[in-house]
């Protein structure tokens, strides 16, 4: 019972901090305003898309390091 209380509770704060971020400004814009203007900036877009460069070189790694794993282990035991 105490977990419901506290899982519903959590929820009302979620919504509560949401509806704040979407409609409450600071300033002459909202939080998600601000969010979206500063994403549009040069040096945002150049980050966005060097994490995406990251992760794709940090999941060729890992699909390789995967490979050579699994065919250093040899065939499964029948």
Do not use: C, S
Not at 45 to 50: A, P, T, V
């Amino acid at each position: 019972m105490r977990r419901l209380i506290n899982g519903i509770l959590w929820l009302i704060g979620l919504v509560v901090v949401l509806i704040g971020y979407f409609t409450v400004p600071v300033g002459r814009f909202t939080l998600y305003q601000h969010t979206m203007r500063i994403a549009q900036t040069e040096p945002a877009q150049e980050l966005g898309r060097e994490l995406g460069e990251a992760g794709h070189a940090l999941k060729e790694r890992a699909v390789n390091e995967w490979e050579a794993h699994t065919a250093d282990a040899g065939e499964p035991p029948e």
